[in-house]
């Protein structure tokens, strides 16, 4: 008797911060090509983040006041395939790094990964490390290295979803977007409106899940 086949199971529609920010920054056809990449890739399991590096030299930057120190040092200690990356994305680091001010007047903070529902969607609120300043104040900061400047859909979508859930990231502090390449910092406007940017976003979550059902 031969034994019944076991049964397979398709993943379950699930987004990280970056993805569903990538996702919403699209539009027509190119959302379902997305969309079903992410689907194709989350069931085989595959996946690199080629920026680890250089977020770790960053924290030590940060963390040991050594003014860029281990950023100058970390494209020549990377795989070479990787070198062009880290030689465009180090001069906007070291940018943002000395725009923090006083190295003795900020310190690392540690942050948590949150799981917010937009809609139906489960989406990962995942900062990249947060910062805690000698007056108190503090930031969750998400990190953006893509070539091409963050869309104003992204830029919103991601310190939207960071702020909703700053209770559990870091306490007492407002989200950050860095826009690596060109160091630049980008904060939530103060002429937004949360129910708004809700809505916006549930519709594109319900959007993302009916797509995700019916990739193949």
Do not use: C
């Not at 379902?32 to 983040?49: D, H, I, M, T, Y």
């Not at 001069?91 to 923090?100: E, I, K």
């Amino acid at each position: 008797m031969t034994a019944p086949a076991p049964a397979t199971t398709s993943p379950l529609p699930y987004a990280t911060l970056l993805a569903f920010t990538r996702y919403v920054d699209r539009s027509g056809p190119a959302k379902a090509s997305f969309v079903g990449g992410l689907r194709k890739q989350r069931a085989s399991g595959s996946g690199f983040n080629p920026h680890g590096q250089l977020v770790k030299a960053l924290k030590a930057d940060i963390t040991f006041r050594t003014g860029g120190q281990h950023l100058a040092e970390i494209a020549d200690q990377v795989k070479p395939r990787w070198k062009p990356l880290y030689e465009a994305l180090v001069p906007g680091a070291v940018a943002f790094l000395h725009s923090l001010g006083d190295p003795a007047e900020v310190d690392l903070a540690q942050t948590r990964d949150a799981l917010g529902m937009v809609g139906d969607l489960p989406v990962k609120i995942n900062p990249h490390f947060g910062l805690r300043y000698a007056d108190g104040h503090g930031e969750a900061v998400r990190l953006y290295f893509d070539e091409t400047p963050p869309s104003q859909e992204q830029t919103l979508a991601t310190l939207h979803l960071m702020g909703r859930h700053m209770d559990q990231v870091l306490p007492h502090a407002e989200p950050v977007l860095v826009d690596v390449r060109r160091g630049t910092v980008h904060r939530p406007p103060a002429s937004t409106r949360a129910d708004q940017v809700e809505r916006w976003l549930a519709g594109e979550a319900a959007a993302f899940r009916a797509i995700w059902s019916t990739a193949a």
